[in-house]
Antibody, heavy 117, light 112 residues
Framework: EVQLVESGGGLVQPGGSLRLSCAAS????????FHWVRHAPGKRLEYVSAISPNGGTTYYANSVKGRFTISRDNSRNTVFLQMGSLRVEDTAVYYC??????????WGQGTLVTVSS | DIVMTQTPLSSPVTLGQPASISCRSS???????????LSWLQKRPGQPPRLLIY???NRFSGVPDRFSGSGAGTDFTLKISRVEAEDVGVYYC?????????FGQGTRLEIK
């Protein structure tokens, strides 16, 4: 069974940092790209970042470029999102999703990030 | 970025009746490879997004056949032939033809 489990969310002050993790199981992790997508209250889903199967290619939305870093550890079947210089507008539920030729087929349950003083 | 616009934003439906959601993109979603990367996602309360339909009209594994997708170019539709109670939630269209991936604003399906 394909499973994606996010962790690492929490309450952080503006300017602070957090590292999100997405632990995967039930499939050959190193064969897939992964995306981070966030959902802020009252807003539409927003594509945040992506990483290729070997980690050599990454993508960042303009809203997080220079502040967030995506990485992966194929030996631990885990994707990470290092978030820095956090802003109030980064408050959202962050989802990890597996990317396939037919779209983001499996999503984790999400982890809530709240940026507030 | 490609703007995805869904209508209606809210859809009250009677159980057993059909429902339809439209999604329009600001540009054609036909990729240079000829494939249209338009998907539909369902988000039930307390659940993560779930892939229902990919490449306009293909149902993902385990999705009931009461869900169907259609359209081409810039105009797409998700139809539910007979709404069931478990279908309550928010439905999103999503395009992956152009970078970055973008989503519609969501359509809330509720039971009358």
């Amino acid at each position: 069974e394909v499973q994606l489990v996010e962790s690492g969310g929490g309450l952080v002050q503006p300017g602070g940092s957090l590292r999100l993790s997405c632990a995967a199981s039930g499939f050959t992790f190193s064969s897939y790209s992964f995306h981070w997508v966030r959902h802020a209250p009252g807003k539409r889903l927003e594509y945040v970042s992506a990483i290729s199967p070997n980690g050599g290619t990454t993508y960042y939305a303009n809203s997080v470029k220079g502040r967030f870093t995506i990485s992966r550890d194929n030996s631990r079947n885990t994707v990470f999102l290092q978030m820095g210089s956090l802003r109030v507008e980064d408050t959202a539920v962050y989802y990890c999703a597996r990317d396939t030729d037919y779209g983001e087929d499996y999503w984790g349950q999400g982890t809530l990030v709240t940026v507030s003083s | 970025d490609i703007v995805m616009t869904q209508t209606p934003l809210s859809s009250p439906v009677t159980l057993g009746q059909p429902a339809s959601i439209s999604c329009r993109s600001s540009e054609s979603l036909v990729h240079s490879n000829g494939i249209t990367y338009l998907s539909w996602l369902q988000k039930r309360p307390g659940q993560p997004p779930r892939l229902l339909i990919y490449k306009i009209s293909n149902r993902f594994s385990g999705v009931p056949d009461r869900f169907s997708g259609s359209g081409a170019g810039t105009d797409f539709t998700l139809k539910i032939s007979r709404v069931e109670a478990e279908d309550v939630g928010v439905y999103y269209c999503m395009q992956a033809t152009h970078s970055p991936i973008t989503f519609g604003q969501g359509t809330r399906l509720e039971i009358k």
